[in-house]
């Protein structure tokens, strides 16, 4: 089974930190997302990876960035963190055609 | 521009009977869709697909009905047991080849036993 594993389940960060969401896949899937799920708004695309070091911003890019320095790892910063990015974050990765294999989620909660 | 619309933010059904989650959408080109079904501090699993050519497809206890003149899909569980209690959502990619999945708002099922 593809396991898609985001570093932490819970995380707790102040107004202003740069915050780093870690994700990791072990099937060698080529593309990679970043969603955050907010009530009332689903699951929006923040970020979308096709291949190592090449992104496309989704529908929410502002005030996040990522990195994807190997194929398996994609990771989502919040270059500084701010209270309306406190959310459901997840990251998903896919093969082509074969639907998403989404991580457990990490929630953030920004003070 | 919510493109993939779930107008029922909750939806409750006694255990045993049958659980119908809506989903609208606007964009005719969407030729595929998908369902997945999230539990609370689990990432979403995938659940059911339907391909544009066909207007039901069943999986055991879940059948997805498309209406393309509507542009309108429902999944239908029954019998509705216990663990179905989750959020529903549909979802579309964006376009042909296109890997990026249009999500809508959810549908929290609640099974009363």
């Known amino acids: 089974d593809v396991k898609v594993t985001q570093s932490s389940r819970y995380l707790v960060k102040r107004t202003g930190e740069k915050v780093f969401l870690e994700c990791v896949q072990d099937m060698d899937h080529e593309n990679m997302f970043w969603y955050r799920q907010d009530p009332g708004l689903g699951l929006r695309l923040i970020y979308f990876?096709?291949?190592?070091?090449?992104?496309e911003k989704g529908d929410i890019p502002e005030g996040y960035s990522v990195s994807r320095e190997k194929k398996e790892r994609f990771s989502l910063i919040l270059e500084s963190a701010s209270t309306n990015q406190t959310s459901m974050y997840l990251c998903a990765s896919s093969l082509a055609g074969r639907g998403y294999t989404f991580g457990s989620g990490t929630r953030l909660t920004v003070v | 521009d919510q493109q993939v619309k779930q107008n029922s933010p909750s939806l409750s059904v006694q255990e045993g009977r049958i659980s119908i989650l809506n989903c609208d959408y606007t964009n005719s080109m969407f030729d595929y869709f998908l369902w997945y079904k999230k539990y609370p501090a689990e990432g979403p699993t995938f659940l059911i697909s339907?391909?544009?050519?066909?207007d039901k497809n069943e999986d055991g206890r879940f059948t997805v009905f498309l209406n393309k003149s509507a542009k309108h899909l429902s999944l239908h569980i029954v019998p509705s047991q216990p663990g179905d209690s989750a959020v529903y959502f549909c979802?579309?990619?964006?376009?042909?080849?296109?890997?990026?999945?249009?999500f809508g708002t959810g549908t929290r099922l609640t099974i009363i036993p």
């Open positions: 339907i391909s544009s050519i066909k």
């Open positions: 990876s096709y291949d190592v070091k090449m992104k």
């Open positions: 979802a579309a990619p964006r376009g042909f080849g296109n890997e990026k999945l249009t």
